[in-house]
């Protein structure tokens, strides 16, 4: 599977762990404890693991703007 394919499946799930982050932020205190612990706690430990996945996939891109943007280095 190439980069491209793996980031048209990995995108819309980070959308989805951000916005689950919010609405279950916003929602700490009406959930059960049990729930927000699973689904707060552990979609924040599936967030950073997938946008480190999702930063690795577009490092290259990442660098060719930020080099592009310095003064005094070549792009």
């Known amino acids: 599977m190439n980069r491209n ?3 048209k499946i990995l995108n819309p799930i ?3 762990l951000v916005v689950n982050q919010i609405v279950t932020g916003l929602l700490a205190d009406t959930i059960p404890r049990e729930a927000f612990e699973i689904l707060h706690e552990g ?3 599936a967030l950073a693991v997938v ?3 999702h930063v ?3 490092w ?3 660098q060719a703007n930020y080099r592009r943007k310095l003064p005094g280095t070549r792009a």
């Open 5 to 7: 394919s793996v980031l």
């Open 14 to 16: 980070l959308g989805l």
């Open 43 to 45: 979609g924040g430990i």
């Open 51 to 53: 946008a480190l996945v």
């Open 56 to 58: 690795v996939l577009n």
């Open 60 to 62: 290259n891109w990442i």
